[in-house]
């Protein structure tokens, strides 16, 4: 039973094109995150979610929308993709966020590539 | 925001050889953690070690955070132990973090049979 599971596991798409990733957790935590791995394996917070309430947001471009329906579910959509979205996109989510103290668990990522 | 730094970035071994590699950050921090990401891309949770010392195996952690570094020890490595070693933290620094984990650039394991 995988805690954090995303999909799709890879996407290859177009230039202009949207796409979104899914991402669960069964672990019954509150929190959730997005995260992005560049070409050179750099990790950076993207957003993060508390109970379905967005908390982080990074100055990401606005192309980029996270939607929580749930406390298990956290989905990134992309808008007109570009060549620079390629990249590792990870989920994780922790029991709460009490200022961040609580240990987080990942997703096996998503790797986008835009073509 | 806070900073860290990890060292080395790339550390080469042979199959059973012990090491070491350091996790230094520029303010208080209230989570620690320490992962590996294997080659299939994998963020594989080692320790979570805001202070203290842990121990899972071949692999132990410290964290002194009056000092505020961390060190990770890999004994009697093993192949399978290649790939990037990640330290990331959670601080208060520049007001509330609400879990916002700032990562290292990574330390590259290798290990040769």
């Known amino acids: ?19 979104s990733i899914k991402c669960e957790q069964n672990l019954g935590h509150d929190t959730m995150y997005w995260y992005k791995q560049d070409s050179k394996k750099f990790l950076k917070i993207m957003f993060s979610y508390n109970n379905k309430e967005l908390i982080i947001n990074e100055t990401v471009p606005n192309r980029f929308s996270p939607k929580s329906p749930d406390k298990a579910h956290l989905n990134l959509h992309i808008n007109s993709l570009e060549l620079g979205d390629s990249a590792v996109y990870f989920c994780a989510s922790s029991q709460d966020l009490a200022g961040g103290a609580y240990e987080q668990y990942f997703g096996p990522g998503t790797r986008l590539t835009v073509t | 925001g806070i900073q860290v730094e990890q060292s080395p970035p790339d550390l080469i071994l042979q199959e ?10 520029s303010d208080s921090v209230n989570n620690l953690q320490w992962f590996h990401q294997n080659p299939w891309g994998q963020l594989i949770n080692l320790f979570y070690i805001p202070s203290g010392t842990k121990q899972n195996g071949r692999l132990s952690a410290t964290t002194v955070a009056t000092e505020r570094y961390s060190l990770l020890y890999i004994s009697s490595s093993q ?12 601080s208060h620094a520049g007001g509330t973090s609400y879990g916002k984990l700032t990562f290292g650039q990574g330390t590259i394991l290798t290990v040769h049979p």
Do not use: E, H, I, W
């Open chain 1, 1 to 19: 039973d995988t805690a954090v599971s995303q999909t799709p596991k890879y996407l290859v798409t177009q230039m202009g094109n949207d796409k």
């Open chain 2, 16 to 25: 059973g050889a012990n090491s070491t590699l350091r996790c230094n950050f």
């Open chain 2, 79 to 90: 192949t399978t132990d290649s790939g990037v070693y990640f330290c990331a933290v959670t």
